[in-house]
């Protein structure tokens, strides 16, 4: 009988520039082909360790880092230093220090939106991008953008009027109690917040069209209810790094991401060719994801027509995707690879 292989090693390290420190996982050869893994919302580069693990076996150097305010990366105090220019801008440096060579970018959820920016702003660091459960939006991912192509027929402008990003608008104007809701009992709310996805979800309206209705995520208690964490989702000792990484820096700074769309906006208008990109892009769906999926509705139309290349595969996962379907995933950014020619 054949033994188990090893699964190649992450290695933790930190970057350090004079405007910010980037805390981010590393494995495969130093010398292979670069992929860099984005995480999103509510997360650590930790997220990707299956992919990390299957690419990094194959060749590829891997890197996942702590974006801006989350995890071991810095968490600046101001919520405008959460913009995309800044965000993009950490990568930059970061994309320097590993090398600079063109990479594979790899992004879940804000990561998505992240990866879709260096693209369109950083064309000659990127080979290909890989975007899951967040679509492209070259005009800028901000409720300007978002709201006007919800789906009417599930949410009518008269009883939902910002549809499935209700959520979304209460930052914007309940921003410290949504933060102090979540802040209240970090490892519930993580454990509240990864649940995986169900077919019942399909043509329901998610319960984030009424988080202003409700008075927060969590309605009048504002905390998560006890919650026992989703163990096909995170590894136990996975899921105690990421509620340890939130203990520290409380959720205030991962929050702020929602509350610079005007900025993020003239961001985007910045961009050459309004944001089309030229690049292999590949965007992987969540069959059951109530908030950013894109069948059935509007919400891939802006990224169909500003990708030349565009490949959509769709998986039966919801919106935490890369933990629900890890080899599901890995094979079909695998398959995508091959047929692209990267």
């Known amino acids: 009988m054949s ?12 970057f350090r520039t004079a405007r910010h420190t980037t805390h981010y996982l590393e494995s495969g050869p130093a010398d292979g082909p670069l992929m860099i893994f984005l995480h999103g919302w509510l997360s650590i580069g930790l997220i990707w360790r299956a992919q990390l693990e299957a690419f990094a076996a194959e060749g590829w150097h891997c890197v996942a880092p702590d974006l801006r305010g989350f995890g071991g990366s810095s968490t600046p105090a101001c919520t405008d230093a959460y913009t995309t ?34 693209a369109a702003h950083e064309p000659a660091r990127t080979r290909g991008v890989v975007l899951t459960s967040w679509a492209y939006f070259p005009g800028s991912n901000a409720l300007s953008t978002l709201v006007p192509l919800v789906d009417r027929s599930l949410y009518p402008a008269d009883v939902y009027p910002d549809g499935q990003w209700d959520y979304y608008r209460y930052y914007a104007t309940h921003f410290e109690t949504a933060v102090a809701d979540l802040d209240a009992d970090p490892a519930a709310t993580l454990a509240y917040v990864y649940r995986s996805g ?20 969590f309605g009048a208690a504002h905390h998560a ?66 908030i950013c999926g894109i069948t059935g509705n509007r919400q891939g139309d802006p990224m169909r027509a500003a990708c030349e290349d565009l490949t959509v595969t769709n998986l039966p996962a919801g919106h935490w995707l890369p933990l629900e379907r890890p080899a599901e995933h890995v094979e079909a950014i695998r398959s995508w690879l091959e047929r692209a020619g990267l």
């Open 3 to 14: 033994a188990t292989p090893t699964p190649p090693v992450i290695t933790s390290r930190r």
């Open 225 to 290: 209810p006890p919650t026992a964490p989703d163990a096909d989702l995170w590894p136990a000792a996975d899921f105690d790094v990421l509620v340890d990484a939130f203990a520290r820096t409380g959720f205030r700074a991962s929050c702020a991401w929602y509350v610079n769309d005007d900025a993020n906006v003239a961001y985007a208008r910045e961009a050459t060719d309004g944001g089309r990109l030229a690049q292999p892009v590949l965007f992987v769906n969540g069959d059951w994801d109530p």
């Open 85 to 118: 220019r800044e965000v993009v801008a950490d990568l930059v440096e970061l994309h320097d220090h590993l090398g600079g060579a063109p990479a594979i970018w790899v992004g879940h959820d804000w990561g998505s939106v992240v990866a879709g920016a260096v």
């Open 198 to 217: 169900s077919p019942e979800a399909v043509g329901r309206v998610a319960p984030t069209a009424t988080t202003t209705r409700d008075g927060g995520r």
